[in-house]
């Protein structure tokens, strides 16, 4: 049984059939995450829970009763978010002896309401901070593409299980790129919805950028279990009102864009030539089906790394407010210089930080005024090894990652599809950003890119 060769739907469908147990599914998880150990993708399994539910879904399907449409699928959950029974660690010894959780995220509970089976948590980087997954209290989690190589982050963990083929499904948050960043260096489609349209809530919702969802290896899943977990929660100030239609229907209309603007550096700092190079090559392919390109090689605004850091590491800053120095010791070092950026900043520079993103909201709405997408490398750079940096023109650099985040700060609706290789055998991922609340657009031109470049593969050892 390997769950990468059908999707989501398919599976669930052979459960609903009974041509396989929902036992079974479970069990051929847990023999895939033990085969696979050395991955490091899941940090935490509750093999006889899994299974109590494995069976209760049997029960109820061998009764006639609806069990819904993910029965039996089994799922992991990224360890910044709550599953009831598991700790909710966030990669971090602070909270590595804290009790399980009592209730489920909104997200999960959703998902467990459809049928799904939680098989246990993924790998995170510490409080997800950072866009490589490694931690001091689980340490790295490997790429099935390559072992040396990081899987992205910060839901790398869910990445890699998916690649690899332990799960059809995971849960994955996306805060500066934790989504599109693993899809891009594990090779497949990645999407980060609209700020609101599934509830955040536990302990990422302090961040008032990130989005939690689905993952897998096709955009048609991602779509299809959206539409399963959207709507709005009372838990969530920011959450949306469902859509009014289905996303996953959506994709069957067969739409795909006329007109895109490729901007290889939407900042204007240096992208790696490679990169750009295949993503470049495959923006030819989309052009040959029909699809008019406007190429815009100067910046579109300046770096937010600042305003992000602002933003992002004051949300999460009040966690250490009282910390000792012993405990403070156990913070990934990176994540502690990251934290102390927060301390100076006053009101005005919050609010100045605002002004940046609405700035950069309008500029990217321009832009789309006469184009259905707006195209960027994924990354700027080649995927590091783990715990290095990442590589731009033969250069380490921290900023390897910078593509991403200003489509959290600008709250719109962007993917990640797997645009080719690069020399070293590494996935390059393709960016597609939308407009505003333009999701199901997003949707359709992944769907479109994934018929037109090459189906879901993965690697033949994994």
């Known amino acids: 049984m390997d769950f990468r060769e059908r999707s989501v739907q398919e599976w669930a469908a052979v459960v609903q059939s009974r041509e396989v147990s929902a036992r079974e599914m479970v069990e051929a998880s847990l023999a895939a995450i033990e085969a696979q150990e050395e991955l490091n993708a899941f940090v935490a399994t509750n093999p006889e829970l899994s299974l109590a539910t494995a069976d209760e879904i049997d029960a109820r399907l061998a009764s006639g009763d609806e069990v819904g449409p993910l ?14 029974g598991y700790v909710t660690t966030q990669g971090s010894m602070l909270h590595a002896d804290d009790p399980p959780a009592e209730a489920d995220s909104v997200l999960v509970g959703r998902l467990r309401a459809a049928g799904g089976v939680v098989m246990g948590k993924t790998n995170t980087p510490e409080f997800g901070w950072t866009g490589d997954t490694y931690n001091p209290l689980f340490g790295p989690t490997a790429n099935p593409w390559n072992p040396k190589r990081s ?29 599109r960043i693993p899809a891009a260096a594990c090779g497949f489609s990645g999407f980060k919805a609209s700020l609101g349209r599934i509830p955040v809530e536990g302990p990422s919702r302090l961040w008032p950028i990130s989005v939690h969802g689905p993952m897998a290896l096709r955009v048609a899943d991602v779509a299809f279990v959206s539409d399963l977990v959207m709507g709005p929660s009372p838990r969530d100030l920011n ?33 790696d030539s490679e ?22 090689d100067e910046a579109l605004f300046d770096d937010p790394i600042w305003e992000y850091v602002l933003l992002s590491a004051n949300a999460v800053s009040g966690e250490f407010d009282e910390l000792t120095e012993e405990q403070m010791d156990q913070i990934t070092p990176g994540l502690r210089y990251y934290l102390g950026l927060s301390t100076g900043p006053k009101v005005a520079d919050f609010n100045q930080a605002l002004d940046t993103f609405h700035a950069m909201a309008e500029t990217v709405a321009e832009v789309l005024d006469d184009a259905d997408l707006l195209l960027t490398p994924t990354v700027a750079g080649l995927f590091p090894e783990s ?67 090459a189906p879901p593969m993965w690697p033949s050892a994994a």
């Open 71 to 84: 029965a039996g699928i089994p799922f992991g959950v990224k360890d910044l978010e709550d599953a009831a």
């Open 151 to 179: 899987p992205g982050g910060s839901s790398g963990g869910t990445a890699a299980a998916l690649v690899a083929g332990l799960v059809p499904l995971c849960t994955g948050s996306d805060g500066g790129g934790s989504i």
């Open 239 to 271: 959450s949306l009102p469902r859509p009014d239609r289905s996303w996953r229907e959506a994709l069957n209309e067969g739409w795909q864009p006329q007109r895109a603007v490729w901007c290889p550096s939407p900042d204007g700092k240096p992208t």
């Open 275 to 296: 990169v750009a190079g295949v993503c470049e090559a495959a923006i030819s392919e989309m052009e040959a089906a029909g699809m008019e390109v406007e190429v815009r």
């Open 387 to 453: 715990g290095e940096k990442g590589v731009v023109n033969g250069h380490h650099t921290d900023a390897w990652i910078r593509h991403t985040y200003p489509y959290n700060l600008t709250r719109l609706p962007a993917g990640s599809v797997r645009a080719g290789f690069a020399s070293d055998g590494m996935p390059v991922g393709l960016q597609i950003v939308g407009s505003q609340l333009s999701d199901v657009r997003v949707l359709q031109a992944m769907s479109h890119c994934e018929q037109l470049f």
